[in-house]
């Protein structure tokens, strides 16, 4: 792969990463709404009495995944656009 290729994929890179990041500020904007609704008292009746504070517990456990996954290919990206600016 030659630099112009690289360049175009890195391009293309960059706007993965901003919809990454608009997704991660929805999913931020989700949690904070999830944890006002956990701190009523009376949701929290609710979800202690029943199941569903465990499927909640495991879906934000999954997006933690998914978070730190984001991030990761978010650093990768960055780390290849470092290096694609030295090859140049």
Do not use: W
């Amino acid at each position: 792969m030659d630099v112009q290729n690289l360049k175009r994929t890195m391009a293309s890179s960059s706007e993965t990463i901003d919809t990454m990041c608009g997704g991660l500020s929805k999913l931020g904007s989700l949690y904070s709404g999830i944890e006002e609704m956990m701190c009523t008292p009376s949701n929290q009746a609710n979800l202690f009495q029943t199941m569903q504070r465990k499927a909640v517990e495991e879906e934000l456990g999954g997006s933690l995944i998914l978070f730190d996954l984001c991030n990761t290919v978010q650093e990768t990206s960055i780390k290849l656009k470092m290096i694609i600016k030295n090859c140049s």
